[in-house]
């Protein structure tokens, strides 16, 4: 597992949860595992930006029973959802080319 800088980290989690709820619905600890697969983050990060994002209305929420405990809230990514995930997945990658292209020139890679 890597650590990453807490900046970079704020920058692209939102892009993150959004792209892995694209996948299938989701709820905030399978969603907090998944991410902390490739970097680490703290499991109470995601709630307070998932709250935000359904209140934006980039995802809807409902209730599942579960075999595991109490019942657990999923995340579906709402058709404004995908259209805003496409929209900064195509920033993300200018973004990360143009960034690329500095430490490159700067490091003469």
Not at 19 to 47: C, M, P, Q, R
Request: glycine share 8%; hydrophobic share 40%.
């Amino acid at each position: 597992m890597v650590i990453i800088n807490v900046q970079f980290k704020k920058g692209v989690l939102e892009m993150c949860v959004l792209v892995l709820a694209a996948e299938h619905d989701t709820y905030g600890y399978e969603l907090a595992n998944k991410i902390s697969e490739k970097f680490l983050i703290a499991e109470g990060t995601i709630y307070p930006l998932l709250r935000r994002m359904t209140q934006e209305g980039y995802f809807e929420t409902y209730l599942t029973e579960s075999t595991e405990g109490p019942p657990r809230k999923y995340y579906r990514l709402t058709a404004k959802g995908r259209a805003y995930l496409l929209e900064i997945v195509k920033e993300w990658r200018l973004f990360s080319r143009g960034v690329d292209s500095i430490i490159a020139e700067g490091l003469k890679e």
